[in-house]
């Protein structure tokens, strides 16, 4: 009975007292303010809030103690393109939220209303250390349109949206053609189409309009934030022709633009470096499945970073890392490009620092600086290696139990720990 009891415990997060004073001593920092890390830091929480990072520091009277044992220490994961809290279970129909095929909504789409905070991918991903994330939607009635995305915040409770609409998704090439007739031409005339006739609705009385335009008056709204540039558009495309298109267009239209997979990106490295624009990258890329990733190249993260493009990591696995996994596996796409000549500083800021500045998070998002909300992990190896496992996770400062319904399972199942056991209601949380 008792050891049901800390079962059930554990899938809560072990809070702390609001004016509790909490000290890790002797880590080993990386604050992302600096290319390497502060040895032998100690860093001090109050108030869900780092109040200090020195090295070889005493502890506050009557703080409680973390010893780091010489462990590395990074800011919380952030993911720039995820569909945690989305889709759980993706053969299952009602299990999809992240995208519509029929109906009026094509740019209107937000995934915002299809968030469960309560979902199991959400707990999985708090115990793995991921404090923000941008969930993306990748389909629906008004190709080449996507929707729009929310960014969320993973708290030691739940998941809230602080940013709805937060950015416009927008897919070329691949498997998308078939939803704009079968050529990508046309997928960026629709697309062009469709900020000229979001441009005009602008300039022009809510009353009247163009007769033949081709959007609804939902999807032209949706279009305004990128046209005023207050949300990025986030072009989901590989082909280095296509890349070289969204770099004219975000010339031509004077907007945002974030490109979203960019296997051939390392092609344009110079001119998207010009024309400052993102990149959200898979480094395990490397074998193309597809004609559009003919180009792939496994030091494609290395070239965009020596270039000057700002890059940010998120790992697919032909969408299955979308979901699960989103905190491990971009540590493990991480550690793939310094492999393959990313420099280590630079992994580490693709999945703390970088989104943090693609999302417009603020300054300190991501970092480890004195102010910054007390979101860090602490790892039992390091972090950039795919068998690394948080030793300790940070979310405002209150730790997160590492139990979730995966650990439960798996201790449940597995053969060498029959001393354990777990009950039926206990899985069922």
């Known amino acids: 009975m008792k050891r ?82 989305l889709d759980e279970i993706g053969g299952i129909d009602d299990e999809r939220s992240g995208s519509v095929s029929k109906g009026p909504l094509g740019p209107a789409f937000d995934v915002g209303y299809g968030l469960n905070a309560n979902a199991l991918t959400v707990q999985q991903a708090r115990a793995d250390g991921l404090a923000h994330a941008l969930v993306f939607p990748d389909g629906s009635s008004g190709a080449p349109f996507d929707g729009a995305g929310a960014i969320i915040r993973i708290s030691p409770a739940d998941a809230v949206i602080e940013r709805r609409r937060a950015a416009m998704f927008a897919t070329i090439g691949g498997g998308s053609a078939a939803g704009v007739g079968g050529s990508r031409s046309a997928a960026w005339q629709l697309l062009r189409n469709a900020l000229a006739e979001a441009r005009a609705y602008r300039a022009t009385p809510r009353s009247s309009g163009p007769r033949d335009q081709l959007l609804n008056h939902l999807d032209v709204e949706a279009l305004g934030p990128v046209l005023a540039g207050a949300i990025p558009l986030v072009i989901q495309t590989d082909r280095l022709s296509d890349i070289r298109q969204a770099i004219s267009l975000a010339r031509d239209e004077r907007i945002r633009v974030i490109i979203f997979g960019g296997a051939e990106a390392w092609g344009a490295a110079s001119e998207l470096a010009a024309a400052r624009i993102p990149v959200i990258l898979d480094p395990l890329e490397d074998l193309p499945a597809v004609y559009d990733k003919i180009g792939a190249r496994r030091d494609n993260a290395a070239l965009l970073a020596e270039a000057g493009v700002t890059i940010a990591i998120s790992v697919s696995a032909q969408g299955v890392h979308r979901s699960w996994n989103a905190a491990p596996s971009m540590r493990e796409g991480a550690g793939y490009a310094v492999a393959s000549g990313l420099p280590y500083a630079d992994a580490l800021a693709a999945i703390t620092t970088a989104p943090a500045r693609i999302m417009a998070l603020g300054a300190q998002a991501g970092t480890l600086t004195v102010g910054a909300a007390a979101d860090l992990v602490m790892w039992d190896g390091d972090p950039l290696e795919a068998s690394t496992a948080p030793a300790v996770v940070l979310l405002e400062g209150q730790e997160i139990s590492p139990v979730t319904r995966q650990s439960l399972l798996r201790d449940r199942y597995r053969p060498l720990n029959s001393g354990v056991t777990v009950s039926e209601p206990e899985l069922a949380r």
């Open 4 to 85: 049901l009891i800390l079962i059930a415990a554990g899938l809560l997060p072990i809070t702390a007292s609001p004016a509790e004073t909490l000290a890790i001593t002797g880590v080993t920092a990386w604050t992302m303010t600096a290319r390497a890390p502060v040895r032998n830091a100690m860093i001090t929480v109050t108030d869900g809030r780092i109040v200090s990072i020195v090295s070889n520091g005493s502890p506050p009277a009557g703080a409680r103690i973390i010893d780091g044992k010489g462990r590395i220490v990074t800011p919380g994961l952030i993911d720039a393109a995820t569909q945690v809290g």
